[in-house]
């Protein structure tokens, strides 16, 4: 009977004595004393009532029956079923109960929580069982913390429990699953407490006799040697089965051999092999041969260990202990030198057992030797490194010419092809991964770390895969993922000493560099301090200081990072990373604006002699800025042109240049603007090539170098790969092109060509860009194209107005766009009416008064918007025109009073313009 069982045997027994109040008799006795009661009589209600009872007592009966057969998804289905058919039966606990377990049989962990948890409040008399399942539930998925918090629930409020035991030990393993082995040994050893206490009670049951092997398991892992085995020796060989018998020897073995004394273990092993092969059980004996040819193995009998291996590697012996046994003999032969051996009984096994069991294990370890033959020697994957040998590195060996790397890829991905079900699977796509890392296939090793840490369990080999995968997802630039399994490797393995001194200071520095290209910088601050805390003999500890120092110089907090750097400068005065830990330290100063320090602490670097170019560059360039931001432009324009001339093939020189070339246009010396402007530097540089020939083109158009301007913004429009990957840039051009025609003299033969010139310029902006933010005012400069094409042809008046109305529908068009187009297409319609007579003119007259009021009302602005100052008053002084116009003379009195207030140093024109109007509505109203 497993333990499973056995809950449910006491459970019965429990409820046989809370009576049977819920069962056949009781539900008979209760018939008989309705009919003491009644008149003896079966009335059709009461008949159809014993047939519902009886069909409810059958329905449960039959879910029940499932259950113990173990047919879980039939007993979930009928138990189910149950609960919607009869939601007021007193059984209703129970079958919830039971459909939980039947879940988690299924491994339907989530379905079997929501059950426990959604019906816990009417749990009754089940509410202990509902909380132990709860807490298997929480087991079983793996959630060690909340399983042992669900244990410890059920021991301190269901004290009289009778699943005490169970609870008492669960919580215990849930522990030490967890690695919290001082709780473990508090649970499980205090007198007093519920387990040792439960234990008392039932000391023959297996659970008594399991938690003292857990505790004494407990114990080993700290190293208390004496304890654990005093422990285990409590253990009376006389109340117990054949396997624990068993299980005590063992634990008497490993705690011997922990504790440094082999010879004695080996005198143990003796008997553990002989009580392994009593029981007739495969698996203990297995494990015991095993055991013995570790303790062989700490004596360094190597021979006597890798013979005593190879006797688990017979065909009656379980597959995974064969693949164990294989793996160290294979390992012996190693050490022993004798590679050829320990390849040829690989080949052997596979060849004369290719439907064994273990084949696939086999190829796994066939692929794991070619594998570390690969690498030079390195344990792979135990121990991963971030940055990949160098490809062909003793790939090919000098044993018979195999070329290991292919060989090892060969071998796994056959195990992955023909042993699609393989419990190995998850190993094997680890090791793929790797082949691919070595091969520098970085892209193709993407999905073999992927699968790895899909399917591997929680174990060493998991967080190496999570490990990998995050280091090909950061080359690849996926960070948020790349963080997220660096993290995982970080807290996920506690129970795993291994993960954290092998990959732990490698993971919190590779979370650290992903968080600081994420721009988290509080997050790479924590992963810095642990990184300290817990690695402080780190040789990544510097480097990660100085890389967050300088995330915080970048984030524009350069008090904190100047403290790291003197920090980090303290620690190692001897240090390499000195000159750049000092230039960042300078670096800070730039960051807090204060520039004559920023120019002192560059002046006195640069005259140490120890840097290399790199930094010398950097330090120069940073020197002209800060006198450039100190407004020493004299200096600045001098240190830069030097700067260009020192170090052209710096990544800085493009910079460089471009800023000279910016000074001469912020100086007005347009000629020499555009001149540097078309540097080789910043032509022949993908960053600053486009954006470098606008500046040009905006020098030559400042100018008035038509010509040299439509030259310019030409080059750039024609250029396919600007529009493709310089597209604001491309905007501009177009729309600077366009005003550059509208500014050119054109044909005077055809006056009105240049502006069907600039509109097709002006065109493309929304064809091209339709998400940019000059769209709006694209449409609004067609809108005035096509006012100046009305000229020749007055349909193009309407489409002026459908050009400006783009504008006023744009969510993203400011208030001047719009201003604009409302005054643009006041004046369309101002022009259309010439070309009509009454009535359709003084309508369009009227329209067009409108949209300018519209302006000088503010009707057209939006929340926390102020008027355009021209704009309102170009449709200010149109509107007064046609309010006068139309002899609306009071009109036009308010919209010039309204316009010289708003805009006070036009008063004087305008007060002319009031007092003229005053005289007319004067001569108006006599």
Known sequence: MNGDDRIRAVLGRVRRRLGAGCGLAGLAGLAGLVGMVGIGLVTPRESVAAESAAEEVQAFAVAKRAFSDGVFDVAERHFAEFAGRYPQSAQLAEARLFQAQA??????????????????????AFADQYCYWQGKGHLQSSNYGAAAETFARLAREHTNSVLMLEASYSEAEARFKLGAMPQVIALLQGAEGNFQRAARVRANDALAARGNLLLADALLARNEFKAAEQVVAGLSETNLTPEFKWRRQYALCRIKLAGGRAAEALAHTTNLV??????????????????????????????????????????????????????????????????????????????????????????????????????????????????????????????????????????????????????WLGKAHLCRGWCLWLDKKIAESLPAFAQAAERLPMSE???????????????????????????????????????????????????????????RLAEAESAMKRLLEWFPDSVLRDRGMLLVAQGFTQAHQPAEARALFTELAKRLPASPLIPEVELAIARTYLEEKQWAGAIAQYTAWLARPFATNALRARAEFNRAWAHYQAGDLTNALALFTNFVARFPQDELAPRAQFWIGTHFYGQKDFVNAEKHFQHKL?????????????????????????????????????????????????????????????????????????????????????????????????WGRMGDCFLQMGSADAKQYESATNAYHRVLQAPDADVTARSQAGVGIGHALKFMAKTRDDPGKTALLKAAFDHYYQLVIEKNLRPGETPDPFWFKEAAMNAGLLAEQAAQWEAALNIYTRLGTAIPHLRSSVDKKIEQVRKQLSAHKS
């Open 103 to 124: 879940a988690l049989n299924q491994h339907k962990v989530g379905v079997a929580l929501e059950l426990l948890t959604n019906h816990m409040d009417k749990a009754g």
């Open 274 to 423: 002989a009580m392994a092969a009593a029981t007739g059980q495969p698996h203990w004996l297995a494990e015991s041969v095993a055991m013995r040819a570790e303790v062989w193995q700490r004596l360094n009998q190597l021979e006597a260990a890798a013979q005593t291996y190879e006797q688990n590697l017979a065909e009656t012996v379980p597959a995974a202990y064969r693949r164990t046994a294989a793996v160290h003999a294979i390992e012996l032969r190693l050490a022993q030198g004798n590679i050829p051996e320990a390849a040829r009984r690989l080949q052997e096994f596979l060849a004369k057992h290719p439907q064994d069991a273990a084949a696939d294990l086999t190829l796994l370890t066939l692929g794991e030797v070619h594998l570390r033959l690969a690498a030079g020697g390195a344990s792979l994957p135990a121990e991963a490194l971030t940055n990949a040998p160098a490809a062909g590195t003793n790939a090919v060996s000098p044993l018979a010419g195999t070329n290991h790397l292919a060989a090892a890829l060969a071998a796994f991905d056959r195990l992955i092809g023909a042993f699609t079900n393989s419990p």
């Open 682 to 778: 910043l032509s022949q540089n993908t960053n600053f090539a486009y954006t470098a020939r606008m500046m040009a083109g905006r020098a030559a158009f400042a100018r008035q170098g038509w010509k040299d301007a439509y030259d310019h913004f030409t080059a750039v429009v024609n250029d396919n790969n600007a529009v493709r990957y310089a597209p604001d840039v491309a905007a501009e051009a177009f729309f600077a092109l366009g005003d550059t025609i509208v500014h050119q003299d054109g044909d005077p033969g055809k006056p009105i060509h240049k502006f069907v010139l600039a509109r097709e310029a002006f065109s493309k902006i929304p064809q091209l860009f339709p998400t940019n933010h000059l769209v709006p005012r694209a």
């Open 461 to 519: 080999d998991l967080a190496v895969a999570r490990f990998k995968l995050a280091d090909v997802q950061f080359q690849l630039n996926d960070l948020t993922n790349a963080w997220r399994h660096y993290q995982s490797v970080v807290s996920d393995f506690e129970a795993f000493p291994r993960v954290r001194n092998t990959l732990g200071d490698h993971a919190l520095y590779q979370s650290l560099r992903v968080s600081l290209q994420l721009g």
